[in-house]
């Protein structure tokens, strides 16, 4: 772990709206264009397979950059990473104003799910505020690459102990594996289903009358290989044991599929 105390900035508000929106921008362009698919498909004289590639393109993006962005940022530094993916963002999203062609758009596409999600690191950070002596402190909880966090949802707008996340490699380039993290031990456990595995969100299901934490992670995943997905099933409090079940389905479903679970 390391820390580091920052000093009072002068423009820290316009700082912090301007990291807000570019967020923000990267969270919308993930499902806006689906809204101009239609459109798109009669101007491009595209079949629906086709113009499906304008969405699929960005996930599929966004998904290989998540897990580089933290050895981007950890190389060339946070600050210079996040300038250039906005730019790259900006420039992108106006090339896909101009787009001529389907090719052209998917293209295009995939640069703004590159530089989109680069923007936004998937280290675990927490910051402590010190309002009287006007300080901010970082600390570095984990240096890994991360997305979908989630926690037990018994725990939602209270003070929690462990987390869950998603979590990834540099050598496969997207989120392989799942990782369960103590914030008050300081102890993880990870599994990684390997390579041509890409791992969703975590869903937490609490064991009826359990205390706090205990209960399954249910995670939804896609196997490159068969192009199907399936459900993992694990013991949240021994997740490094590997899944107890897993549940294969007859398709594929979107990798980024956000889910909650809710007992009978």
Known sequence: MTEETRAPVANRGAITVSIMLATFMQGV?????????PHMQGSF???QDQIAWVVTSYIVAAAIMTPLTGWLAGRFGIKWVFLISVAGFTLASALCGVATSLAQMVIYRLMQGELGTAKAPGKLRRYRIDLRAKTLR??????????????????????????????GTVNYGVNTGVKRVDYLKGKTQVFDFGAEIMAGEPVFAARP???????????QCLDGRSERAFFALFDAARLDAGPIARIHLP???PISFHGWWKAD
């Open 29 to 37: 362009d993930t499902t806006i264009a689906n809204v101009a698919l």
């Open 45 to 47: 004289s595209a079949a």
């Open 138 to 167: 970082e600390e570095i909880v984990d240096g890994g690459s991360h997305e979908f966090p989630m926690i037990d949802p018994r725990a939602a707008m209270q003070k929690h102990d462990v987390g869950y996340l998603t979590a």
């Open 209 to 219: 009358g359990a205390a706090r934490d205990q209960g399954w992670l249910i995670v």
């Open 251 to 253: 398709h594929h479903l």
